[in-house]
């Protein structure tokens, strides 16, 4: 099967990038990290980027003020680097359509719910663990799923589940749930490599 060539969109942290570029680096995952864009300039994941001599770029609506501009920068720059699988790694940002349609169907975002709960419109960080913990879920986890246009709906590739203790916080069932995503990432996507998962 033929090597991923990954273009990463993250905003803030990076964890779950620096987890596939790990498990890249460690021959876990058939995989190429071939650029990294960030829609923030002083995102942990362009810092990352520079450490691991991945290319890296800050494309933001401040820059290109025209969504179609900010769209046309992101696929130029993905396909200079020979881009063929999309990575949302904790970006903030809706995915404009022209950048949805040329990447039709290899574009993947990680959400800390088990979807189809707990997606949507304002379903995220912090606002996902809360809402689990106030319905008193027994279980949650990590969701892998494809991304179109609409949020949160695409096919799910791959779930884990992690117990929700009943004395959790925010904080303890975010970072439980955080360990299986970088878990959870790389095994999808080596499964795409392998062709046991088809996108
Ligand atoms: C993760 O919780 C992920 O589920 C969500 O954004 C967060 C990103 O964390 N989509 P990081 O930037 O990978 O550390």
């Known amino acids: 099967m033929p090597t991923l060539h990954l273009g990463f969109l993250a ?15 460690s ?3 058939d995989a190429i990290p071939c650029c ?8 942990k994941a362009l810092e990352r980027a520079a450490k691991e001599g991945i290319p890296y770029y800050h494309i933001s609506a401040i820059k290109y003020p ?14 200079q680097h020979g881009v ?29 719910a088990l979807l189809p709960k707990y ?4 379903m995220y960080g912090n606002f996902v663990h809360e809402a689990v913990i106030k319905a008193k879920e027994k279980f949650s986890g990590p969701t892998v799923h494809l991304v179109d246009a609409n949020y949160d709906k695409g096919r799910i590739l ?14 303890t ?19 795409i490599a392998t062709g046991e998962i088809i996108i």
């Open 36 to 43: 990294v864009i960030s829609n923030n300039s002083d995102s």
């Open 27 to 29: 021959g876990r995952l």
């Open 173 to 191: 069932l975010a970072e439980r749930v955080l360990q299986q995503e970088h878990v959870l990432y790389p095994e999808v996507l080596q499964k």
């Open 66 to 79: 025209d969504p179609k501009e900010l769209d046309k920068a992101i696929i130029e720059k993905f396909t």
């Open 119 to 122: 997606g949507g419109k304002g």
């Open 84 to 112: 063929d699988t999309v990575i949302l790694a904790g970006y903030m940002k809706k995915l404009g359509h022209t950048v949805i349609n040329r990447f039709n169907g290899r574009i993947l975002n990680i959400h800390p």
């Open 158 to 171: 791959g779930q884990k589940k992690v117990p929700v203790l009943p004395d959790d916080t925010i904080e």
């Open 11 to 25: 905003s803030h942290g990076g964890s779950n990038m620096q987890a596939i570029i790990d498990a890249c680096k």
